[in-house]
């Protein structure tokens, strides 16, 4: 009888825990849908223009990153290894090398009045 | 419950599994760390992508090239093949019946594969209008980045495919299992490119 009650309560805990991956999932795939939709369609219908656009298209962008990351990947701060670590350090070394790459490359191409990186 | 520790990213097996989940710690972490690697040479092939941006040499400018619609369509499909590939993780992890794992992971390899249709119409309608790589340092750095994630999603798509196999002929042991695993951060990271691509290329290509 106990063995019996025990497995039930198992079961229930299981069939809870699924419900709670799927609606992360359902989450993210809401969250990454609208993301999408809203820089679409400020390209599309030419709501912004200019910096400002680059800088919106930019920072949605970042976020839905973060919502795959969070949703999708299952990235969160009680991860056993380093692996959030290993992501910002990724990230870290991206932006060295990533904007150093353009900076330095949109200043020779302006000194030597090529068409400039805007 | 809720509060156990995340052994490694992605879905976790849970202890339901057994010495599996254990197991998986370790091969997932290596895996994360060859992902972290291919990151940062997509985020430096972008870097060439924006210096190059306005090298156009006379030839077609991103404006006369891209085409919102099909890129629109794209980005859909590989979001909704995200979404489906977790349902096919949550039905590993679940321990739901081998047909319904199978089923999602080949509705997920049908859209990986309308995508890379997508792509390949994309790339003939740019070579119709002179926009071939070797016209402009622009469009050297497009084909360079774009088809790189485009390679990535086929091989992806191959990878898949050899899983499905091994799944009808070994079942849902622990090798598949890893394997399924695997793919599936692949895969979410795949999708994460893919908004760089279409924000960092194509929306601002065209704003």
Known sequence: MIDQFRDDEETASRKLEERKDFY????????????TLVPFAVVHWGAMRGLSLLIFIGAIALVQMAVH???????????????????????????????GTIWIMASLAMRMSLPASP | MSHEV??????????????????SEALMFGFWIFLMSDAILF???????????????GGPEPHALYDIKSVFIETLLLLASSF???????????????????????????????????ELHDFVSMFAKDGVPSRSGFLSAFFDLVPLHGLHVAGGCIW?????????????????????MRLALFWHFLD??????????????LA
């Open chain 2, 160 to 180: 898949l495919i050899c899983l499905v196999g091994q799944i009808a002929k070994y079942g849902v042991d622990t090798q598949a299992k890893h394997g399924v």
């Open chain 2, 84 to 118: 489906t590939f977790g349902m096919a993780s949550l039905a590993l992890k679940y321990q739901h019946s081998t047909a319904r794992l199978i089923g999602w992971l080949m509705v997920t390899l049908v859209l990986g594969v309308t995508f890379l249709d997508f």
């Open chain 2, 6 to 23: 995340i052994k490694h990213p992605g879905l976790n097996l849970g202890a339901a599994h057994g010495p599996q989940h254990d197991a």
């Open chain 1, 69 to 99: 990351f969070r949703f999708f990947l299952h990235i969160g701060w009680r991860q056993k290894r380093e692996d959030l670590l290993l992501l910002l350090f990724s990230t870290l070394l991206m932006v060295i090398m990533g904007a």
């Open chain 2, 43 to 57: 985020g430096l092939v972008f870097a060439s992508y924006v210096t190059l941006v306005n090298a156009t040499a």
């Open chain 1, 24 to 35: 992360s999932y359902v989450w993210g795939f809401s969250l990454a849908l609208a993301m």
């Open chain 2, 192 to 205: 994460i490119v893919w908004i760089a691509i279409y924000s960092v290329v194509y929306l601002a290509g």
